[in-house]
């Protein structure tokens, strides 16, 4: 019997719940009676919100999504929860637009472009059913740094957290030293696959956080993926 499109995501959310559970561990280590204020930059269908709202005492969770109709439902989705806002824009190195590449396969959406003869890639579309021929939409970037001071966001940020599908260091460029600062833990996810065409190493985000005084403390390997999740703590905390 050939797999199903529901099969198939019941099996990814079994195993993305396995890392969870890791995450949540370690920051259970940090966060205990705290209200805390998470900065969620690449919203999707709310996993991170609904993570967060289920396990920790929440102040305020701010989370982007670039993508219109993802957008809008996660805006229906949690009007009544005052502690929650959404944005529909992406996080990034500067403000502008770009062209976002919006998927069938909603979590693949990206700035980036994908290399289509790689082996992830072609192992990828076949289990996901999606014929990965995105639709290219002008999409609003900021600043990281821009947000927060139109916010007037004068508190601590306990955590951020950026997945974003191969844009996580263009994202930590937009975030200048007095605002890297405020930030308490940064928790961000990193693809090893050659699938996503981006013009960085991981190397260069590690440089730039220790560089703003982060060090690793957490590294989790994504079951069956060459993708690793990070959380990098600010040394002044």
Known sequence: ????????????????SIDKKKILFFFNKFFKDEKLIV???????????????????IFKIY???????????????YVSNRKVEIFESAIGESNCEKKLNLYKDTSSSSFNE????????????K??????????????????????KNKKITNFIDILK??????????LQGINKKD????????????YNNMILKNYKFSEINDLLIKNNFSMKKKIRMQFRKSFEYIYKNNNF
Request: hydrophobic share 35%.
């Open 180 to 191: 890297f600062s405020k930030v308490k833990f940064i928790y961000f996810e990193h693809h």
């Open 1 to 16: 019997m050939s797999i199903t499109k529901p099969i198939f995501d019941k099996v990814v959310n079994l195993i993305d």
């Open 39 to 57: 900065i969620d930059i690449g919203g999707h269908k709310g996993e991170t919100i609904d993570f967060f709202l289920k396990n920790f005492e």
């Open 127 to 148: 289990l996901s059913f999606d014929d990965y021929i995105p639709t290219k939409i002008n999409t609003r970037i900021l600043t990281l740094s821009n947000f927060i």
């Open 114 to 125: 994908l290399n289509r003869d790689s082996t992830y890639f072609l192992r990828k579309k």
């Open 162 to 171: 950026i997945d974003t599908e191969g844009y996580e260091y263009k994202v």
């Open 63 to 77: 989370s982007f999504e670039p993508n219109k109709s993802i957008c809008q439902k996660l805006k229906k989705k």
